[in-house]
């Protein structure tokens, strides 16, 4: 194995050059074997290697997809093909993705300004997400309210909304979305999830109301705000796949700390990475990062959170603890029902199928994840979402699949947060 990938660097520079105009990849590579899945966990493990994986090699039943710069993209075909690995490539050129998608954001902020109106069918860059905010909490100014928890690495304010009836320290449900960067669709399905609630809640539409006459539900629309910066600067792969937060490592060529593998949660095994380099790196130490720490002091601090939810993308997964291990969370049976139920009432909406089941068994040995820290803290109602797509697009989902996406993952969120509400703890 060695050897081979020796080569694969070798060709690597060979056919640097005269490839040097050409547009990223991404191969999807079907693991048939224990073999193919070690070589592929070490072709992942080699930072220098210049591949950007979407997904992992876990099993032979799951998919590893892999962004491959156009540079390294005759190695990698000729490494796969000399090992029998089999591949397809299910995004023939990403360059165009990228202009298309960030075309449509020029020409709908256009639309946007001339209408003076909000259109839920588009991304948005944090400029314009967080005037959102501020227009939504000022026309339900009885319901919801905008927290400061704190600053990011940048310095810029982490904010979330608050929906409550009154009442201190209610019982409460905790959303967020964005922890990383590039996850678009996650960021938008917050938005329209925002403005869901607040509208439902105006119309008396169950069942918001009556979750929120016993419970507060708080929502971080972007909980990476300096990755999501940093994902608009260009369309360029560099910029647009942008995973962790911005700050600064013990590594003068390489910044950010994937926050999904910096909470004190079994911080520091083998599901995550020590190089700076990595786009699995947990940072120095456990919640070393702003980011993380802000939402870990805010939550402890309120103390009374029921439900944990957390919206990531893609694969069409909904999640329960645990990451860092394969054992069962003591909570298991329950966990398993209710993802189930929340799965089905997704599907009811527009037929997409979602897979229900640990992190560690549905994506990867991952220490150090916000849903880990969540359960291991008490809160037992806690979920990941890996949303839409399973990789035609992966992280470039088109937006005229924002509102469909939004719309089916509230009929699994409505399903659980009335099931929290109904089930005190
Ligand atoms: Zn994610």
């Known amino acids: 194995m060695r050897l081979y990938l020796a080569v694969f660097a070798l060709l690597a520079a060979v056919h640097c050059e005269e490839l040097f105009n050409g547009t990223d990849q991404v191969l999807r590579i079907n693991a048939e074997s224990k073999n193919h899945i070690q070589i592929l966990k070490k072709l992942e493990r080699d930072v220098d290697s210049g591949l950007d994986f979407w997904t992992h090699a876990v099993s032979t039943e799951q998919p590893v997809d892999i962004r491959v710069p156009h540079s390294r993209l005759y190695a990698l ?22 202009v298309r998608e960030r ?9 946007e300004r001339q209408t003076k109106s909000f259109n839920f069918a588009a991304y948005h860059d944090l400029e314009t997400i967080y005037k959102f905010m501020d227009t939504l909490v000022a026309s339900h100014s009885n319901l919801i309210s905008k927290v400061n928890i704190g600053s990011t690495f940048e310095d810029r304010p982490m904010y979330v909304l608050k929906f409550s009836t009154g009442g201190e320290k209610r019982p409460a449900i905790w959303i967020d979305a964005g922890m990383h960067a590039r ?24 069942p918001v109301p009556s979750i929120l006459s016993k419970m507060d539900i708080y ?16 369309f360029s792969p560099i910029n647009r796949f942008w995973r962790k937060n911005r700050s600064a490592t013990s590594s003068r060529k390489c910044n950010g700390v994937d926050l999904n593998r910096n909470w004190d949660a079994e911080f520091g095994g083998p599901g995550a990475s020590d190089d700076p380099c990595a786009e699995y790196y947990r940072g120095p130490f456990a919640q070393s990062e702003f980011e993380v720490k802000n939402i870990a002091k805010f939550i402890t601090s309120h103390s009374n959170f029921k439900s944990f939810m957390t919206l990531h993308s893609y694969m069409q997964l909904l999640m329960y603890p645990y990451g ?22 997704l599907y009811s909406l527009h037929g997409t199928v979602y897979k229900v089941g640990s992190i560690f068994h549905k994506i990867d040995q991952a220490n150090g994840a916000s849903l880990d820290w969540a359960y291991l803290r008490g809160i037992k109602y806690s979920f990941a979402f890996d949303l839409r797509d399973t990789g035609e697009y992966g992280f470039l989902l088109p937006a005229d699949q924002i509102v ?22």
């Open 77 to 98: 075909k000729d490494f796969l093909k000399k090992n029998n690995i089999p591949f397809t490539v299910i995004i023939n050129n990403v360059q165009e993705l990228l």
């Open 103 to 111: 075309e449509e954001m020029v020409r709908n902020a256009e639309v």
């Open 183 to 206: 996850e678009w669709i996650s960021h938008a399905t917050a938005v329209w999830l925002a403005d869901r609630i607040a509208t439902d809640f105006k119309k008396n539409r169950a």
């Open 219 to 234: 929502l971080l629309i972007v909980a990476n705000p300096d990755g999501y910066v940093f994902t608009h600067l260009s």
């Open 324 to 345: 860092y291990i394969g054992i069962d969370a003591l909570d298991w049976p329950e966990l398993h029902d209710v993802a189930t139920k929340a799965k089905i009432a």
């Open 404 to 425: 469909p996406t939004a719309k089916e993952t509230w009929f699994a969120l409505k399903y659980l947060m009335k099931y929290v509400c109904d089930h005190p703890y």
